[in-house]
């Protein structure tokens, strides 16, 4: 290679990296203007004229395309499975030629994992000239076959094969003329469930018991195959992933294999919760319905466990008395709403586990005389979730989303150092408040007197 040929190569890089560095700078409004041409220098002291491209004038479009105009260019259609539908679309020429218009059923990209099948869709007619200046109307219908799941779909109509042109390669070509459908799948549920979540607190080395009824609402039997998910969430401790405290083998599950049509059908949960294991467990029970108008969400029973082991001692908590005063304490649990109810709003066979708790409380001399002046149960109740899965054909369902649990003690004090003791029972949490003096109800007769043990050991079952 020569030197000559050398400096022209190199001129040619440089003149890259010009056109690059080049902003706008004659035109105001102009994207992109440049000079006709610019200096290059090469090395040796020499320099070459290049000429610089031209950009596209504003507003001039690359592209020579049939206008037309598509009315409505969206369409929603509620349809139940085995049902027909029609809508009608108007499309206006606007050019100044005839255009020939073929309406063809396209997937819609990246619709998701419902995909509408060409078959559910016709468009009529077939295909039409429209002269300059007319419209034609097309009629689409969609007739959704029997037994089509549930869902949301998507689609769209293309009346010509025109599409806008692209720099780079595309799955799709973006097509000018479509019309987008979106089609609505809806479908009553053939069942009802009573409860679709169970959510409790257990304890390590007990047993429990739960019972859901699973109502049929259709016109023939419902097959049903019930048994534990497998695909339970993770749960994560402090250094990763964590077994969960539960697993299949700690599960036994009644339920019959076929409701006949309106009738009712009892499914019996029992949970063996091993010695020594605590966490949480978030799993579900697999009704094993085959129904297309059931998502695989709504054929379960969502399960959702605290399991702690009952600590062997009670919370201490120690605090001063500066002189004879009344002391006041008050202890609150906050129990979350975890009991099927019956169409009745009244719990169906739930073992009774009310927080409790026994406390003690010591002074300078000795175990005070602590007296229980007040029990307080507070709640907050909603008329249910979803209608389609509770009510049914009932009018409401009452259905306690919490409940608190407020024990108030009562005790005379003297001035020094006490000492506050709890032992919770069935109850992961705890909240205490200890009031000193003012309008602190003094101790009442001891025929309130509640004997230590006797709150918990009647609440335990």
Known sequence: ???????????????????????????????????????????GGESIQAPLPQPTPAGESSGNYTRLEIMPTYMNFVVEPGERKEMTVTVRNRDTKTARVQPMVRQQPYAGPDIVESSWIAVSPASADIAAGESTKFTVIVTMPAGTLRGMYSSMITF????????????????????????????SPVIQISTPYISDQLESGSEYSYTVDVKNKGSAPLAMNARIGDDSYPVYGPYGPQEPPLDAKSFTISAPSSIPPGRNGTVTLKVNVPKNASGY??????????????????????????????PEGGFSKKFLVPSQEPIS????????????????????????????????LTGPDGNANLVLVEKVIKGSVNLGTDPALTNGDQPGQYQETGTQYIFTYSAQGE???????????????FEYKISLGGDNPLPVPSLFTLPPGLLGNAARQ
């Open 160 to 187: 010509t094969d025109e599409a806008y042109p692209s720099a780079y390669p595309q799955p799709f070509p973006s097509y000018i003329h479509t019309l987008g459908l979106n089609i609505n799948v809806a479908s």
């Open 329 to 360: 304490l008050e202890l609150t649990s906050a129990m979350p709403m975890m009991s099927p109810v019956t169409a009745a709003g009244t719990p169906q066979n739930m073992p009774r586990r009310e927080p409790s708790f026994d406390a003690t």
């Open 1 to 43: 290679m020569n030197l000559n040929a050398g400096k022209v190569i190199l001129a040619v890089t440089m003149f890259f990296f010009a056109i690059t560095a080049c902003t706008a700078a004659d035109e105001p409004g102009s994207v992109g203007t440049v000079h006709a041409e610019t200096i290059v220098p090469v090395p």
């Open 415 to 429: 001035p020094g150092q006490w000492t506050l003791a709890v032992m919770p029972r069935n109850t992961q949490s």
């Open 281 to 310: 467990f978030n799993g579900n029970v697999d009704l094993g319905i085959d129904d297309p108008a059931i998502r695989l969400e709504e054929s379960r029973i969502q399960l959702n466990f605290l399991i702690w082991k009952q």
